[in-house]
């Protein structure tokens, strides 16, 4: 039996699955299992693998194609350049979320702030505040976590990445703003809960894995935007910004609530589907 032939197997049970991707998911566990890559794949199985490893390996592939997690099964997975360590109880990083943190950068870049003091609201693994640590080493990045079981992924990360910038803040966003002073970020950003209560249940197998906690948005999905509308935004110095990941159906709900809180230059971008993914703006203080 050679790697070509569990390959192949594999990729049959994922395709029977359902799983969209079922050449990837099969190569992500090879690797993962065997650390074999694919111009390997003619090699002949060890005896001592397929006594342990490969009923494992096959075991994760019933996993998955029951819609578990390839990422909580490798244990890790990569963005912006980024790698993380995720496991159950932390959201799983999206290339949607890409938008959002580019949108930051490009303010950031277009203020030619050296050393911007930033925070990330719903800091999760820290995806977010690890690439824009890496992109601007001089920032001071605070990272705001709630649940217990994220905020110690989010700490493995900034140790596995070596961020020293990012400070983990352990902290509902609900609250934690009374520990600031108003004007003392140059920028917020954030990827919080945004869907419906009730819509929870519909999600696909594999999101439904991901704790609730970083999922549930309230009733209309629009209570965490509300919040920092309300409790953050006075938080932001006077040209300061705000870049947050959206749904696709809440660019004008959200945006309007922006610019409610003196927020200006309001604009809704786009993902590579072309569907609303973020929402942005500068905090402008009225004399």
Do not use: H
């Amino acid at each position: 039996m050679t790697y070509t032939d569990i390959y192949r197997e594999a990729v049959e049970i994922l395709r029977k699955g359902g799983m969209d991707t079922p050449e990837y998911d099969a190569r992500c566990l090879i690797k993962y299992y065997f650390g074999i890559d694919r111009f390997d794949y003619g090699r002949i199985i060890e005896l001592s693998e397929k006594n342990g490893t490969l009923a494992d390996f096959f075991r994760s592939i019933d996993r998955r194609s029951g819609g578990y997690p390839l990422q909580y099964i490798i244990k890790s997975w990569s963005f912006m350049d980024c790698e993380l360590s995720l496991g159950e109880g932390v959201l799983i990083p999206n290339d949607d979320t890409e938008v959002c943190v580019r949108e930051c950068m490009r303010l950031i870049d277009s203020r030619v702030l050296d050393s911007p003091v930033i925070i990330d609201l719903c800091g999760g693994s820290g995806a977010i505040s690890i690439a824009l640590a890496k992109k601007y080493p001089k920032a001071k990045i605070l990272s705001l976590e709630l649940s217990d079981d994220a905020y110690t992924y989010l700490c493995m990360n900034i140790q596995r990445n070596k961020t020293e910038n990012v400070r983990p803040l352990k902290g509902d966003l609900f609250e934690y703003y009374r520990n600031f002073r108003d004007g003392y970020f140059d920028a917020v950003i954030s990827n919080p809960p945004y869907i419906k209560t009730r819509e929870i249940a519909l999600l696909q197998q594999e999101v439904r894995c991901e704790p609730v906690m970083a999922l549930d948005g309230g009733e209309d999905g629009l209570m965490f935007y509300r919040a920092i509308c309300e409790k953050w935004i006075t938080k932001l110095r006077n040209g300061g910004f705000i870049s947050l990941e959206i749904g696709e159906e809440q660019g004008e709900a959200v945006s309007g609530m922006l610019r409610l809180s003196g927020v200006s230059d309001v604009r809704i971008l786009q993902d590579i589907s072309g569907l609303d993914r973020t929402v942005s703006g500068i905090y402008r203080i009225v004399q």
